[in-house]
């Protein structure tokens, strides 16, 4: 399998690294040649300033799109064109109609179009959807995210609901198995271009909630969640992937083992091309949590609900 990396910046030098690693890269570009140059000859493979010039001279089954939001559109409708499967970076899209024409362009050419929401790959986010599917303590009721750490101001293009709470926002649906029917949120800006802190409340079918907090305001790096079961509350650490189950006045810890969410997010695509049963995010499931972020902005904005009927 070939697979070539379009963006090596702070996030893209690790797909880079691990691409390298399973032995599957065979091209990298970044807009900036001197980035592309470096990683190019650190791992052996050719490398492009211009994803018009890698697609006239690269043969490859598969392309990773890490390059900033704004951008998301234009080079996976050029990979998609040329029938190749594409993994973008999260948010798919800015616009939600972008990610729409994305999904059918990649149905039509009988190609995979997924998404990076890595959270769904995080073993600790595995074992808590394992309880949850098995009922283990009940039926899920509430889940709240915690998703804080002082930013620097580099991310230009969205603010923290694109960026950020998008990663809880697709992790609440992947839990609840389901999409929100209502989206409230209160959201403001601190010190960046964008908003930069956010509330975000999901209303699920039979009264169920998700609430999502969201900064890039203070200084410690938090990123947690909690499932609230109708037996017991399950919380879980997205960085140390430790898991705990309050129960009655018992504090059980689960013991699993950690292991880095983006190898195993890349296997996962890897995999899919070659047929296998992996399990991608699926193009019409990032789609949603586009509009779920678009709704979240607005309902901010206009200070009122946002119903919403997503497939
Ligand atoms: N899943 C995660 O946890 C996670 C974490 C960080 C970032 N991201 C996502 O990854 C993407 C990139 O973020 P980043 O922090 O690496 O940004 P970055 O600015 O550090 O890097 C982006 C790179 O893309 C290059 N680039 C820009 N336009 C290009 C083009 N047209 N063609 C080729 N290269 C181009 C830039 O030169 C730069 O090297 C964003 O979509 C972001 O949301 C995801």
Not at 31 to 42: L, P, T
Not at 58 to 72: I, L, Q, R
Request: a negative charge; charged letters at 30%; glycine letters at 6%.
């Amino acid at each position: 399998m070939k697979i070539v990396q379009i963006g090596t910046g702070g996030w893209g030098k690790n797909h880079t690294r691990i691409l390298s690693q399973l032995g599957v890269l065979v091209a990298v570009c970044d807009a900036d040649s001197q980035k592309s140059k470096e990683y190019g000859e650190k791992y052996s493979v050719n490398h492009y300033d211009s994803l018009d010039k890698l697609l006239d001279s690269e043969e490859f089954d598969g392309a990773f799109v890490v390059t900033p939001t704004s951008t998301h559109t234009t080079i996976a409708k050029k990979l998609l064109e040329a029938k190749k499967h594409v993994f973008v970076e999260k948010p798919m899209t800015y616009k939600s109609e972008d990610g729409e024409t994305l999904a059918k362009l990649a149905e039509k050419n009988k190609v995979i179009l997924t998404c990076g929401y890595i959270e769904r790959f995080n073993p600790a986010v595995d074992v808590v959807k394992k309880m949850v599917k098995d009922k283990t303590y009940g039926d899920l009721v509430m889940l709240e995210f915690h998703r804080e750490n002082r930013m620097p101001l580099h991310i230009k293009d969205v603010g923290i609901i694109y960026d950020t709470s998008v990663h809880d926002i697709d992790t609440a649906n992947w839990l609840f198995d389901d999409m929100p029917q209502v989206v409230f949120a209160r959201a403001g800006k601190i010190k960046h271009e964008h908003e930069d802190f956010a509330s975000i409340m999901l209303g699920y079918k039979n009264d169920k909630v998700a609430i999502i907090s969201s900064n890039w305001i203070t200084p410690k790096k938090v990123r947690k969640f909690s499932a609230v079961c109708t037996d017991a509350i399950i919380s879980s650490d997205f960085i140390s992937q430790e898991i705990t189950v309050e129960k009655n006045e018992d504090t059980e810890t689960v013991q699993n083992e950690k292991q880095e969410p983006l190898l195993l997010e890349i296997q996962s695509f890897l995999g899919a091309i070659k047929g296998e049963n992996e399990q991608v995010v699926k193009a019409q499931q990032a789609v949603n949590v586009t509009k779920i972020a678009e709704a979240a902005l607005l309902s901010s904005q206009k200070g009122i609900p946002i119903y919403l009927d997503l497939k």
